[in-house]
């Protein structure tokens, strides 16, 4: 399994950005997948998670309404829309995934709940 984010940049408070991880080597139905976030000195920060076989999503309080994830298996993409940004998102963001089989608890919202990481791409809102 193979995932790669990307689509981060700069952007100002009030702006839209959609992050898109790309995947390889997964069945999107027997997996869920999720977004998380990271600023430096802090430890990794869930944002959002997707159940593909049930549409099941579950969001970060702090993004809620303002984030959306999204998919599409035939594509092999997640994407994460972010409108209505604000400084507080400032964050290096990845996406992440695993076996719906080895999801203990719903929703997994610990970064150790997650086997399969990509890389990670830079989202920057300036006020």
């Known amino acids: 399994v193979q995932l790669q984010a990307s689509g981060g940049g700069l952007a100002q408070a009030g702006d839209s950005l959609r992050l898109s991880c790309a995947t390889s080597?997964?069945?999107?139905?027997?997996?869920?997948m999720g977004w998380f976030r990271q600023v430096p000195g802090k430890e990794r920060e869930f944002v959002a998670v997707?159940?593909?076989?049930?549409?099941?999503?579950f969001y970060e309080d702090s993004v809620k309404g303002r984030f959306t994830i999204s998919g599409d298996s035939a594509k092999n993409a997640m994407w994460l829309q972010m409108n209505g940004l604000i400084p507080e998102d400032t964050a290096v963001y990845y996406c992440?995934?695993?076996?719906?089989?080895?999801?203990?608890?719903?929703?997994?919202?610990?970064?150790?709940?997650?086997?399969?990481w990509g890389q990670g791409t830079l989202v920057t809102v300036s006020s």
């Open positions: 992440a995934a695993d076996l719906k089989s080895s999801i203990r608890q719903w929703p997994p919202t610990h970064s150790g709940a997650y086997a399969y």
């Open positions: 080597g997964l069945t999107f139905s027997r997996y869920v």
């Open positions: 997707v159940n593909w076989s049930t549409g099941r999503t």
